[in-house]
RNA sequence: GCCGGUGUGGCGGAACUGGCAUACGCAGCGGACUUAAAAUCCGCUCCCCGUAAGGGGUUGAGGGUUCAAAUCCCUCCACCGGCACCA
């Protein structure tokens, strides 16, 4: 046996006993409290592992650990997001069938997950594409079906040539495909949709309930997107029918001066008069045409079309043309505005563009020269019914909008209203990597299939190849397509399309529960135990969508009583980036990756866990330095040599006697210290205390048991191979995952002398040593007699002597 | 443009509730051990003046509150993330 610590031997012969012994095997038990310690769990890429993941991946394995050791019931589960466009691409380039790349890159993702020591209960490993699995995920989607969640609908879709496919919007940056940045235009299409936004009051208002970054909660709240305002009707002239309009801007009603529909927009047909038919076609197919990338460009200046048609204003009577413009979203309100040019900037220049009127319904601004839309400064002006019945001139706009709003509603020309950002969600994907609908088409109706023939299994195929058209590779293969409807026998056609990625990842931690039940989601009893996710880590990219999603049906299946919580995720935490170690993005093209497996071959799984905890704090984005790990290597030597001789065996330096008391006191305070920083997830300060304990154990000739045990175990969530193996050369019976968590006794964190700090006038002059136990007069008169200071003071009795207690006394001259 | 966040030595970063700025690690310098090197151990290392004792300055910039500010307030700058015609 080599002199130094062999981290090959021993990480080989303490995983093995990990896994014979079955220590992170858990088990529902009313008896101990109980903690739910979740990754985001990963889709297997071909790549592997990266060192991105493992820093999430360590920092809940640190913390699920830690728990175990203070007695906690830790379900610290892993699993694979599985299904997702990167097979399904390569199976069309290489003919082989996802089902077999995937399962070898997720047998590469748990080797290295298991080679890091990662403490999972790898008997409820599960993965989205296993059919046990995407059953109940069919399962939920009919639930979502007959509670009228789950709807068809012919809707404009992002259409990407290239893909062959149809992307979500989540799935598109900048205009771009997300995967690949290729164009996407918009495009009609028969889709089935989610019905988010029937949740969406309660997703806003639930985000109380949990512990999450600000940042998140608010990206979550932007994307919901709640607006509060008023719907008015604008009745049309010379035909039937009324414009319904919202606004967040009530106050400037009598300040509009035309009308804007979206070119979508039903009421275009009826308000088109027949000189302007032509031209408004023309504008209508040009924006169906266009990308959202051209539609969304800012800079461009805005169009529309005269429609020839006129609606009335309610308040004043007057009548207002109607115009179409694409700067009006059918998706957003209502689909269609009063414009105010004076008062809002979209309107203003289009007005200008369009030589449109301009009036000024509240003073405090120069709208000649650009949109006055302040609504806590200005003063309503020329808002006054024609019958002089109704006015809010002389308020300032905060005030006018309730007060005009109650009239619309009591004069039933509007009322008020909420809108949302958030859309229904866009659900189908024409791919063949993904769970199928159970839904089967008889007589253009979709009809859900009986539970018991869940799972619809993914049908075998070797030609992966967008069908083209639209559809999905499924619509290919007429032996499965073609079926019958199981209620009526009539002949049926099954969907094609399959669901996205987001599907599966949307209720896995419940799943993690009960990951063998063949009768049920989850059984509902250990449902109620595990439930909610105490700790949930994950990165930031998933702050929306993800997070969004599984939130959405997690209140679903509250609502059918599967889910005993109102929210999942009681608490998150978004694990920074870690950058190369140039301060770039890791990336192939750059040539900067770092290969975790590569890192723990040269310096160990132990040391590699520490430096990811080490570099900085978890939520930064921080650069990688191997420097850095070797640093950490060091740190693990010495705590090595603290307690094993160059031999191998047991150092002298052990020894039984009992340590000092400013020894007591330096373990004491290193146990505070780490408790604390665990607690707060704030592992590099926690492993900056575990150096300063090992710096001074390092110095001592004799470093007592007493000191040496408990800081192995202070060691053991963190670093578990080097102290089980340390743990047992101490001739302790294995594991250390079986041990209590040492205590600090409170009495011994406090040293009993303190070094007090004097200042002059704010700034530090002298130190003085003084018992812990001193009172104010006591450390006032030492330091008024330390000799530094009598220099400074200079016999001057100073004006006002500030004391803090066991801090610092400052003199102010 | 709007929203959120961050800014501390050569580098990664510490600093409780406003109370000794720069813990810990990296890099660098010096020493011990060694025939030598590596490894290890010990020490030094924010900047300026000074041989030294000592003094002055410093937490992106500027101002303010306070006995006392990295920390609180205002203005500005830079960087990161998100949203982006949402009526």
Same mark, same amino acid.
Request: net charge neutral; glycine share 6%; proline share 6%.
């Given at each position: ?35 739910? /310690? ?64 995937? *399962?070898?890159?997720? *047998? ?24 046990? %699995? ?16 789950? %709807?068809?609908?012919?809707? $404009?879709?992002?259409? /990407? ?35 988010? =936004? ?43 029918? &009324? ?59 805005? =169009? ?6 006129? #609606?009335?204003?309610?308040? &004043? ?33 289009? !007005? ?10 509240? !003073? ?45 509603? #009591? ?75 199981? #209620?009526?026998?009539?002949? #049926? ?12 990842? /949307?209720? %896995? ?11 049920? +989601? ?26 969004? %999603? ?41 040539? &900067? ?48 040599? +603290? ?13 039984? !006697? ?22 707060? +997830?704030?592992?590099?300060? *926690? ?29 053991? $969530? ?31 964190? !406090? ?63």
């Amino acid at each position: 046996m080599g002199k130094a610590y062999d981290h090959r031997t021993v990480e080989a012969k303490w995983q093995a006993y990990w896994g014979e012994q079955g220590t992170f095997r858990v088990m529902e038990d009313p008896a101990r409290p109980k903690f739910y /310690c979740l990754d985001m769990f990963p889709y297997p890429s071909g790549s592997g592992l990266h060192v991105g993941h493992l820093e999430g991946y360590t920092a809940t394995d640190i913390v699920s650990r830690y728990k175990r050791m203070r007695g906690f019931n830790v379900l610290h589960p892993m699993g694979w997001d599985a299904f997702g466009l990167p097979a399904e691409q390569y199976a069309v380039k290489t003919g082989i069938h996802p089902t077999m790349t995937t *399962a070898e890159n997720i *047998a590469t993702f748990r080797r290295q997950m298991k080679r890091a020591g990662l403490s999972y209960d790898w008997e409820r490993e599960i993965s989205t594409t296993d059919p046990s %699995y995407y059953r109940w995920t069919q399962w939920i989607f009919l639930k979502l079906f007959e509670r009228g969640l789950a %709807y068809v609908a012919e809707v $404009p879709v992002n259409w /990407c040539p290239e893909l062959g496919t149809v992307l979500a919007n989540e799935e598109i940056v900048d205009g771009r495909s997300e995967v690949g940045g290729f164009e996407v235009i918009r495009k009609p299409m028969r889709q089935w949709v989610l019905k988010i =936004t029937a949740y969406a009051d309660r997703l806003l208002e639930d985000l109380k309930l949990v512990d999450w970054p600000a940042s998140t909660l608010e990206m979550q709240k932007n994307w919901i997107g709640r607006s509060l305002g008023a719907e008015v009707e604008f009745p049309l002239i010379g035909v039937k029918g &009324n414009i319904r309009i919202f606004t967040t801007r009530a106050d400037t009603l009598f300040g509009a001066t035309y009308m804007v529909l979206a070119p979508e927009h039903p009421l275009v047909d009826v308000v088109t008069v027949r000189e302007r038919r032509a031209e408004v076609l023309a504008y209508r197919e040009t924006t169906a045409r266009k990308s959202d990338l051209q539609r969304q460009d800012l800079e461009k200046e805005k =169009t529309g079309v005269f429609t020839g048609g006129y #609606a009335v204003n309610p308040v &004043n009577n007057e009548r207002l043309p109607i115009w179409i413009a694409d700067y009006v979203l059918m998706t957003y309100g209502t689909g269609a505005i009063m414009a105010v040019p004076a008062h809002d900037q979209r309107d203003w220049e289009f !007005a200008r563009t369009y030589s449109l009127p301009i009036r000024e319904v509240i !003073a405090g601004g120069n709208v000649a020269k650009e949109a006055f839309v302040e609504i806590d400064q200005g003063t309503v002006v020329n808002s006054t019914t024609s019958d002089g019945s109704f006015s809010i001139n002389g308020l300032n706009p905060t005030e006018a909008i309730p007060k005009i709003t109650e009239w619309l509603e #009591a004069t039933r020309k509007g009322r008020r209203a909420v809108t949302y950002k958030l859309r229904d969600w866009l659900f189908a994907r024409q791919r063949y990597w993904g769970e199928p609908f159970p839904i089967v088409w008889v007589d253009g109706e979709p009809r859900p299939l009986p539970e018991e023939q869940l799972p619809l299994k993914l049908p075998e195929t070797n030609n992966f190849k967008p069908s083209g058209t639209g559809e999905s590779p499924l619509a290919n293969l007429t032996a499965w397509v073609n079926t019958t409807d199981p #209620a009526t026998g009539k002949p #049926a056609r099954r969907e094609t399309n399959t669901m996205p990625q987001w599907a599966g990842s /949307c209720w %896995y931690y419940l799943r993690f529960i009960d990951p063998k039940n063949g009768r049920q +989601l989850v059984d509902p009893a250990k449902e109620r135990y595990w439930m909610p996710v105490d700790l949930y880590i994950g990165g930031s990219e998933h702050a929306v969508l993800h997070l969004l %999603y599984a939130r959405f049906w997690h209140k679903v299946l509250y609502d059918i009583g599967v889910a005993s919580t109102p929210e999942p995720f009681t608490k998150l935490v978004h694990q920074g980036t870690v950058l190369g170690e140039d301060n770039q993005k890791m990336s192939k093209s750059r040539g &900067n990756v770092v290969n975790p497996d590569e890192m723990m071959d040269q310096f160990g799984v132990d040391a590699v866990r520490l430096y990811e905890m080490f570099m900085g704090p978890l939520e930064a984005m921080k650069p990688w330095s191997t420097r850095g790990v070797e640093g950490i290597t060091r740190f693990l030597d010495r705590v090595w040599r +603290l307690m094993v001789n160059e031999g191998g065996g047991l150092s002298r330096a052990v020894i039984e !006697a009992e340590p000092s008391l400013e020894q007591r006191r330096l373990l004491h305070q290193t146990i505070k210290k780490v408790t604390e920083d665990l607690e707060e +997830l704030r592992f590099n300060t *926690a492993i900056a205390q575990m150096m300063v304990f090992t710096n001074e154990m390092t110095k001592l000739e004799k470093r007592p048991r007493a000191l040496l045990e408990p800081f192995v175990l202070l060691l053991s $969530p963190f670093a578990p191979h080097i102290a089980e193996e340390l743990w047992e050369r101490l001739g302790k019976a294995p594991s250390v995952a079986k041990e209590l968590w040492p205590q600090y006794d409170p009495a011994l964190v !406090a040293s009993e002398r303190l070094t007090i700090p004097i200042q002059v006038n704010g700034k530090l002059r002298s130190k003085i040593e003084v018992p812990a136990d001193s009172s104010e007069e006591q450390v006032v008169r030492l330091a008024r007699q330390d000799a530094k200071l009598a220099e400074w003071l200079q016999g001057k009795q100073p004006r006002k002597v500030i004391y803090v207690e066991k801090r610092l006394v400052n003199f102010v001259l």
